[in-house]
C-alpha cells in the first residue's frame, strides 16, 4: 500500500501547479486589460467619432479598379463594349 507522504507530495505539487497556472493568466489578463487602457486612451472610443472616409486618391483608384472588373465582367460574358 502507498503510504500517506505520497499522497501529500502529489497534493502539494498539483497545488503549486495550480497556482502556477492562476499566476500566469492573471499577468496574461492584467495585461490585456492594460492594452485595451492604452487603446482606448490613445485613440478614444472606436464608435464617438464614427468612420472615416477614404482619402480622394483611394476613392479615384477604388472607382477604377470597380470599372475594371466591370469591363473584365462584360468581356467574360462576351458583352461587346
Known amino acids: 500500500m502507498i503510504d500517506t507522504s ?9 497545488l503549486a501547479a495550480l497556482g502556477m497556472v492562476t499566476m500566469a493568466a ?3 489578463w492584467r ?10 486612451s490613445r485613440h478614444g472610443s472606436p464608435f464617438a467619432d464614427g468612420p472615416t472616409l477614404p482619402n480622394a486618391n483611394a476613392r479615384i483608384e477604388i472607382a477604377d ?17
Not at 479598379?65 to 458583352?79: F, N, S, T
Request: proline residues 0%.
Open 31 to 40: 495585461g490585456w486589460l492594460q492594452l485595451k487602457q492604452l487603446e482606448l
Open 65 to 81: 479598379l470597380k470599372e475594371r472588373i466591370r469591363k473584365l465582367e462584360a468581356i467574360a460574358a462576351g458583352v461587346d463594349l
Open 26 to 28: 492573471l499577468t496574461g
Open 6 to 14: 505520497f499522497y501529500l507530495t502529489i497534493a502539494t505539487a498539483g
